[in-house]
């Protein structure tokens, strides 16, 4: 395995400092160093560009950014027995990595990138989805973010990728596919990890749309959880939770209220989250 930079190597970092995964917080440590830069470089080029990462672990993924030349890494870690293995690596790259004690879905990531800023991760599998609704959430859009380039085990990255009419479709196409540009960009598996998980993983990228069909993202999540907690009902039925007149509001966004969710795609949902009051 050829090295990125000249920092122990990452086995050696993980036995130093006592840094076994745990499965509570969601814990796969990537140790090839040759992969970690891989994805970084699907981020793009890094030459002067600020990176937000969320779960660095020991820091594969870290080093990699850095020594691809991302002037400024902001790496956000939860588990505090890290903290010492990705100070080393502070120290080794003075004043580009900052390093950030705390829960990723409670900091203000936003406030922390100062700017626009990519975000890249091997994110924790328990917090993958909530942080990626999260961004796609954002306010003001376009959002901080300029792009993604993130790993999901690969059952989620299909759901992210998906469009009308595909198996894996659902809410969390619908939201990728409103306000991004989501692709799979390759695979990984399972021996790339310590411990090995249990299913094959996919670096995901998104790009943001910079202007994406109007809705109100409260409204349009509301519309699409409704209609796919009871996808094969029709329409018709699923979204009695949601409008007093399903079929009014079906006819009002140009849709038939025989249709199932998987049938209806990201302009149909966004046309229907702008229709009518929901009642709940």
């Known amino acids: 395995m050829a090295q990125i930079d000249d ?46 990462e969320v779960g660095p672990g020991p820091g594969g993924l870290t080093r990699a950014l850095l020594a691809g030349g991302a002037r400024r890494v902001v790496a956000i870690e939860r588990d505090e027995r890290c903290l010492a293995a990705l100070a080393e690596i502070a120290a080794h790259y003075p004043g580009r990595l900052e390093v950030v004690s705390g829960d990723a879905l409670a900091v203000d990531m936003a406030a922390l990138a100062g700017g626009p800023a990519r975000i890249v991760a091997n994110l924790p599998y328990n917090v993958a ?52 540009e989501a692709r799979i960009l390759f695979e990984v598996g399972p021996k790339a990890f310590v411990p090995p998980p249990k299913v094959t993983s996919a670096i995901v990228h998104l790009v943001p749309r910079p202007a994406p069909l ?67």
């Open 7 to 52: 920092l122990p190597p990452l086995r050696d970092v993980i036995s130093r400092f006592g840094l076994d995964a745990r499965k509570s917080l969601g814990q796969n440590f990537l140790l090839d160093l040759n992969l970690t830069a891989r994805i970084a470089r699907a981020s793009g080029d890094l030459e002067g560009a600020t990176v937000v």
């Open 129 to 180: 989805t909530p942080l990626l609704v999260g961004w796609l959430r954002t306010e003001p859009w376009p959002p901080w973010w300029t792009s993604a380039t993130l790993m999901f085990q690969r059952e989620v990255a299909e759901r992210i990728v998906a469009a009308a009419g595909d198996d894996a479709y659902g809410r969390l196409g619908v939201l990728a596919g409103w306000r991004s």
């Open 214 to 280: 109007a809705a109100d993202p409260d409204r349009l999540e509301k519309v699409v959880a409704a209609a796919f907690n009871q996808r094969r009902k029709m329409l018709r039925s699923s979204l009695k939770s949601v409008f007093a007149d399903p079929e009014a509001a079906l006819a009002a966004a140009g849709i038939e209220p025989t249709r199932r969710a998987e049938e209806i795609d990201v302009a149909g949902f966004a046309a229907l989250a702008r229709t009518g009051s929901p009642e709940t």
